[in-house]
């Protein structure tokens, strides 16, 4: 099961061989997830039920595609809907779970995400923004899921959150 974004919340709760956080929040405390937002990352507007969403296609390509093309980012733009505030459920991590950071994520630090896997050593990377599922290839994003998974399943790693905050 791959989790994107703030599916990273909802995957420890489905039952799944093999749970894969691409590009996604882990679910830790609230104050760790707060901890993990990129210095400047915004641009993002609050309607009156408190949702956020992207105010037009610009700041979106300029924000959240920085790695896409502007027909990527223009197709992109219209699927995005208003995120209510999620809050998450910790977790353990366990064996079957591996972390896919994205090296050009303008949302999210992608250090912020090695630095929670105790004996994982670095996670699976990625050359691409949050936006993998648009940026990459779904082939690429398929190899690189596969590759880590099966770094995984032969280390037999048993991954948990450690202390991400200060």
């Known amino acids: 099961m791959i989790g994107h974004s703030l599916a990273g919340f909802t995957l420890p709760h489905i039952e799944a061989g093999l749970r894969v956080y691409l590009a996604a929040l882990t ?7 707060n901890a993990a937002f990129a210095e400047g990352f915004g641009g993002v507007v609050h309607d009156t039920d408190g949702r956020t969403y992207w105010p037009d296609a610009d700041t979106a390509a300029a924000r959240m595609y920085p790695d ?3 027909a990527q980012s223009d197709w992109a733009f219209p699927q995005l809907r208003r995120q ?18 994205t090296l050009q994520d303008a949302a999210v630090d992608p ?23 648009v940026s990459l290839w779904p082939a690429s994003v ?5 590759s880590a998974a099966s770094e995984a399943r032969a280390r037999s790693m048993s991954w948990r959150p450690t202390g991400l905050s200060p």
């Open 68 to 70: 896409c093309s502007r």
């Open 27 to 33: 679910p830790l405390e609230r104050r760790e997830i």
């Open 142 to 146: 398929a190899r690189a899921t596969s």
């Open 84 to 101: 209510a505030r999620l809050e998450p459920i910790p977790a353990p991590f366990g064996p079957g779970y591996v972390v896919i950071a």
């Open 111 to 133: 250090d912020w995400r090695s630095l929670g896997y105790a004996g994982a050593g670095s996670p699976g990377r990625a050359s691409s923004s949050v936006s993998a599922m």
